[in-house]
């Protein structure tokens, strides 16, 4: 009976959230571990089938890299990245978009789909959801010397979002799974970074939360341990003094801009952890690191 009781505890925690979170939009960027594990695939697609038949909405966008890189393998092309970037050139982008909305994409429905949920899949082709135009990419040079333009081909940024298209999927109890491909003015096809699609689409979208899958435990102070909280201006300090690196910077990034476009927090957490988003969303305190906005 005391094991009983403390499973119905565990509902009690969750229900203030359950409440707050009811018919708001959650945008979750899926990648990393948590996408080529058998068990962690497995506990993600069963935390967002629950997370809709308790009336939230989540909307997945999900990345796909490694895939793209083994398939390119196999095809005898060379996989090369300038300042973390995929360079995508026409042939690239082909098998990029076979590889997220010919394959990873249906992989992620066809799952969602077997424990109960009703995911459609969709690319930001579809509906025009994702207008895009080419990423302008610089770096700096030593010196005086200026920026170096960087030509990743054809990489883009997100230019607008039709909402509207996932909205309505929301309210027909449909669970959008989204690729980040994008279509530009003159219907050319743009490769776009998946966090960068997700930090756009939670604003559009007027979401409550941007959560971020990654395969850290979430932001780590200079002697690495975990920061559970801080504000925009604190995590903007924290690349400016060299803490953060690697692919956490743009990461961060996102988030820091969600938030500012209006979302109320985004979480960067540890995908490998099992129900990773469930442990997130309804427990009292959360497993990675949350992003608010600074104070005023």
Avoid at 11 to 28: G, H, K, N, T
Avoid at 63 to 78: A, D, H, V, Y
Avoid at 112 to 138: F, M, P, T, W
Avoid at 218 to 228: F, R
């Amino acid at each position: 009976m005391k094991e009983l009781i403390e499973k119905a505890n565990v509902l009690i925690e969750a229900l203030p959230w359950m409440r707050q979170f009811y018919r708001r939009s959650i945008v979750i960027k899926y990648g990393g571990h948590a996408m080529v594990d058998e068990d962690l695939k497995q506990s993600f697609a069963q935390d967002i089938v629950l997370l809709k038949y308790v009336g939230i909405n989540p909307v997945v966008v999900h990345g796909g890299g490694p895939q793209i890189g083994k398939t390119l393998e196999r095809l005898g092309k060379e996989s090369n990245f300038r300042e973390g970037m995929r360079v995508t050139d026409s042939e690239t982008m082909d098998v990029v978009e076979m590889v997220l909305v010919g394959k990873v994409n249906k992989e992620i429905v066809a799952l969602i789909n077997q424990h109960g949920g009703q995911a459609v899949g969709l690319s930001g082709k579809d509906g025009r959801l994702i207008q895009a135009r080419k990423l302008h990419l610089y770096s700096d040079q030593e010196g005086d010397k200026p920026p170096e333009l960087i030509d990743l081909g054809m990489v883009g940024e997100v230019e607008t979002i039709q909402a509207e298209v996932i909205q309505t999927l929301e309210a027909s109890r449909f669970i959008p799974v989204i690729a980040p491909v994008g279509v530009g003015a003159q219907g050319e096809t743009y490769n776009i970074n998946a966090d960068l699609v997700a930090g756009k689409l939670a604003p559009a979208l007027k979401a409550t939360k941007l959560i971020l899958l990654t395969d850290v435990p979430g932001v780590l102070d200079a002697d690495g341990n975990l920061i559970s909280s801080l504000d925009t201006a604190r995590a903007a300090q924290l690349i400016e003094e060299g803490i953060l690196t690697g692919g956490m910077i743009p990461k961060v990034r996102c988030a820091i801009e969600a938030v500012n476009d209006g979302v109320d927090k985004a979480h960067i957490i540890d995908g490998r952890v099992e129900h990773a988003v469930l442990l997130e969303i309804f427990m009292d305190r959360g497993i990675g690191t949350e992003i608010v906005g600074s104070k005023k």
